[in-house]
């Protein structure tokens, strides 16, 4: 039994085929084999093809499952040759197109006599490492090798990694501009209000603080002394100029080298641009970098909005410059007498959106005239509460009986306390040398529950609309936890300058494609990726030839799919088809 084609020619010199079921019978007579037609299909230009489906799934609930012919060949006689996961790769690289990263990667190549699609390839493969399998630059060859089906991309080298590193970050004045400008015309998207705020990484190393140190001004010295000799200023800082050891390391770990990492965002949490500074840098320099880099973009009216560590009249003053605004944190405690008067005036707050209360206050007159906001949140008062309780029963458990004891162990207890700042401003020694707590103190604090005080300048934005935009600084802090935790921005283990920075920037493009991703699908980046990586790519081997051919598509990876407005990865990818050497 076989499905038979017969063909009939037309006066008008057209051919029509037909598909008919049919077997042979041998004729009684001449004993040659006859067909015999079971039943006409009808013209094949007007199969009813899910009929002929029908039939052959009918069929093969008869047959085992090794039996079941693909055109022709049994699936005993396929073999998987690779799987690779393809559906994130897929998703990143048509988000690195669709924001210009791809187009202005080439361009910058071109002006290097580089190989133009090489070279953005390979920082495109080391960006979706970074945000699918973070590992290190050496794992990301085996993984673009082995592991992940990344569209154009050939096996590289680790060398070839580094040289694309080194190229992204001699080429990102050029396209940081270029691809904010389209990510700024993404859907939905605003860049009225630019949230900026810091943070630090630290780095895996077996030097000591001296060598460290001393490594650095070998280094200088040996820069300064080539560049006397080239009769050139030096082009820029020496290998070990940006980590640093700090004090003030924001991940608690003063034993390392760091480095301070500043972000500018959107209110949806897209990141427009991101800065490495040397680890010992403080705030108030890095807001007027970010400033000055951000000027020469074609922003709309601009709401710079930053956390306490930006506050300075310096500070203030030069993000106005140009017409723009500033919306920024005052410090509560220990903070300047404009502060403290405006968190002392009376007033009656006002109920806005979001569960909070906003009471306004002016202080000064004329040009001097200083706007302030107090915002109170009652779930953050309550928290505040519950973990002063905590502090508070902590701190009475380690001092009770403590006037048993002899002085030296009380102060002890005291240089203990001094490194945790939240334990000891409530701690306070009598005349004595007893140790108590501070009442006074814990009043103090009971006032400050719950409770920021902003300073800004725009003048046409209502109370509640600043307690709003400073309340998605919550975006800049998501932006660092994942950093930091989806694509591992530490630990870090480079030692070069440049390559610190490269490293940087990597992360940032990667953050920017994945909260992009985030914003259309209303998904976390987890949750897609672990979708998207049940899309893979396989290569098939036949007595035919060979197939790269994608894994059916689910429901969950159509949605994803549909929410980025992407169409979905062709069927077949591949084909090679068997020769008769073969």
Same mark, same amino acid.
């Given at each position: 039994?076989?499905?038979?084609?017969?063909?009939?020619?037309?006066?008008?010199?057209?051919?029509?085929?037909?598909?008919?079921?049919?077997?042979?019978?041998?004729?009684?007579?001449?004993?040659?084999?006859?067909?015999?037609?079971?039943?006409?299909?009808?013209?094949?230009?007007?199969?009813?093809?899910?009929?002929?489906?029908?039939?052959?799934?009918?069929?093969?609930?008869?047959?085992?499952?090794?039996?079941?012919?693909?055109?022709?060949?049994?699936?005993?006689?396929?073999?998987?040759?690779?799987?690779?996961?393809?559906?994130?790769?897929?998703?990143?690289?048509?988000?690195?197109?669709?924001?210009?990263?791809?187009?202005?990667?080439?361009?910058?190549?071109?002006?290097?006599?580089?190989?133009?699609?090489?070279?953005?390839?390979?920082?495109?493969?080391?960006?979706?490492?970074?945000?699918?399998?973070?590992?290190?630059?050496?794992?990301?060859?085996?993984?673009?090798?082995?592991?992940?089906?990344?569209?154009?991309?050939?096996?590289?080298?680790?060398?070839?990694?580094?040289?694309?590193?080194?190229?992204?970050?001699?080429?990102?004045?050029?396209?940081?501009?270029?691809?904010?400008?389209?990510?700024?015309?993404?859907?939905?998207?605003?860049?009225?209000?630019?949230?900026?705020?810091?943070?630090?990484?630290?780095? =895996?190393?077996?030097?000591?603080? =001296?060598?460290?140190?001393?490594?650095?001004?070998?280094?200088?010295?040996?820069?300064?002394?080539?560049?006397?000799?080239?009769?050139?200023?030096?082009?820029?800082?020496?290998?070990?100029?940006?980590?640093?050891?700090?004090?003030?390391?924001?991940?608690?770990?003063?034993?390392?080298?760091?480095?301070?990492?500043?972000?500018?965002?959107?209110?949806?949490?897209?990141?427009?641009?991101?800065?490495?500074?040397?680890?010992?840098?403080?705030?108030?320099?890095?807001?007027?970098?970010?400033?000055?880099?951000?000027?020469?973009?074609?922003?709309?009216?601009?709401?710079?909005?930053?956390?306490?560590?930006?506050?300075?009249?310096?500070?203030?003053?030069?993000?106005?410059?140009?017409?723009?605004?500033?919306?920024?944190?005052?410090?509560?405690?220990?903070?300047?007498?404009?502060?403290?008067?405006?968190?002392?005036?009376?007033?009656?707050?006002?109920?806005?959106?979001?569960?909070?209360?906003?009471?306004?206050?002016?202080?000064?007159?004329?040009?001097?005239?200083?706007?302030?906001?107090?915002?109170?949140?009652?779930?953050?008062?309550?928290?505040?509460?519950?973990?002063?309780?905590?502090?508070?029963?902590?701190?009475?458990?380690?001092?009770?009986?403590?006037?048993?004891?002899?002085?030296?162990?009380?102060?002890?207890?005291?240089?203990?306390?001094?490194?945790?700042?939240?334990?000891?401003?409530?701690?306070?020694?009598?005349?004595?040398?007893?140790?108590?707590?501070?009442?006074?103190?814990?009043?103090?604090?009971?006032?400050?529950?719950?409770?920021?005080?902003?300073?800004?300048?725009?003048?046409?934005?209502?109370?509640?609309?600043?307690?709003?935009?400073?309340?998605?600084?919550?975006?800049?802090?998501?932006?660092?936890?994942?950093?930091?935790?989806?694509?591992?921005?530490?630990?870090?283990?480079?030692?070069?300058?440049?390559?610190?920075?490269?490293?940087?920037?990597?992360?940032?493009?990667?953050?920017?494609?994945?909260?992009?991703?985030?914003?259309?699908?209303?998904?976390?980046?987890?949750?897609?990726?672990?979708?998207?990586?049940?899309?893979?790519?396989?290569?098939?081997?036949?007595?035919?030839?060979?197939?790269?051919?994608?894994?059916?598509?689910?429901?969950?990876?159509?949605?994803?799919?549909?929410?980025?407005?992407?169409?979905?990865?062709?069927?077949?990818?591949?084909?090679?088809?068997?020769?008769?050497?073969?």
């Amino acid at each position: 039994m076989y499905l038979r084609e017969t063909r009939r020619k037309n006066k008008d010199g057209s051919v029509v085929s037909y598909l008919q079921l049919a077997h042979n019978e041998r004729h009684p007579v001449s004993g040659s084999p006859v067909a015999k037609v079971i039943h006409s299909f009808g013209r094949a230009d007007e199969l009813d093809r899910e009929a002929l489906r029908r039939l052959v799934r009918s069929i093969s609930r008869f047959l085992e499952p090794d039996e079941v012919a693909a055109g022709g060949t049994s699936l005993t006689e396929v073999e998987i040759l690779d799987s690779r996961r393809y559906g994130g790769a897929y998703v990143l690289d048509a988000l690195f197109a669709r924001l210009g990263i791809a187009a202005a990667l080439r361009a910058a190549a071109r002006g290097r006599r580089l190989d133009p699609e090489l070279t953005e390839r390979v920082c495109f493969a080391l960006v979706a490492q970074r945000a699918l399998e973070p590992g290190s630059k050496l794992a990301a060859t085996r993984w673009a090798a082995k592991r992940v089906a990344l569209p154009g991309c050939p096996a590289f080298t680790d060398d070839a990694g580094y040289r694309a590193m080194d190229f992204l970050l001699e080429a990102l004045p050029e396209i940081a501009e270029g691809v904010f400008a389209r990510t700024a015309n993404l859907p939905g998207l605003c860049c009225d209000v630019i949230f900026v705020d810091t943070s630090s990484t630290y780095f =895996e190393t077996d030097a000591a603080d =001296e060598e460290v140190e001393l490594e650095a001004q070998l280094a200088e010295h040996e820069a300064k002394t080539a560049a006397a000799a080239a009769g050139a200023a030096q082009s820029g800082p020496a290998e070990a100029a940006v980590r640093r050891y700090s004090r003030q390391s924001k991940d608690k770990r003063p034993d390392l080298p760091q480095v301070v990492i500043g972000m500018a965002v959107t209110r949806e949490g897209v990141p427009v641009r991101c800065w490495t500074f040397p680890g010992t840098t403080s705030d108030q320099l890095i807001i007027r970098r970010v400033h000055d880099d951000l000027a020469g973009w074609k922003l709309s009216r601009v709401l710079w909005v930053a956390d306490r560590g930006f506050s300075s009249e310096a500070n203030r003053a030069y993000l106005q410059r140009g017409g723009g605004h500033y919306v920024i944190a005052e410090r509560l405690r220990n903070g300047s007498a404009e502060a403290r008067a405006a968190l002392s005036r009376a007033g009656r707050y006002q109920q806005v959106a979001g569960n909070l209360e906003v009471k306004e206050v002016r202080l000064g007159e004329g040009l001097r005239d200083a706007r302030f906001v107090v915002v109170h949140n009652p779930e953050a008062a309550e928290r505040d509460v519950r973990v002063r309780e905590r502090l508070v029963a902590y701190l009475e458990e380690q001092i009770t009986g403590s006037d048993e004891w002899p002085q030296r162990r009380r102060d002890e207890l005291v240089g203990t306390l001094r490194t945790r700042p939240g334990l000891y401003r409530f701690l306070r020694r009598t005349r004595q040398g007893l140790l108590r707590l501070d009442q006074a103190a814990l009043g103090r604090e009971a006032r400050l529950d719950g409770k920021w005080l902003l300073r800004t300048s725009d003048e046409s934005l209502s109370a509640a609309d600043l307690a709003a935009a400073y309340r998605q600084l919550y975006q800049v802090e998501r932006g660092w936890r994942d950093m930091k935790g989806a694509l591992s921005l530490r630990p870090v283990f480079h030692h070069r300058e440049d390559r610190i920075r490269a490293h940087v920037q990597l992360c940032w493009l990667a953050l920017l494609l994945i909260r992009v991703v985030e914003n259309a699908t209303g998904e976390t980046w987890r949750c897609v990726r672990e979708e998207l990586d049940r899309l893979h790519l396989v290569t098939l081997e036949s007595a035919e030839g060979q197939v790269v051919r994608r894994s059916r598509i689910t429901a969950g990876q159509r949605r994803i799919f549909k929410a980025l407005a992407l169409a979905e990865p062709p069927l077949f990818s591949d084909f090679e088809v068997a020769t008769a050497a073969d």
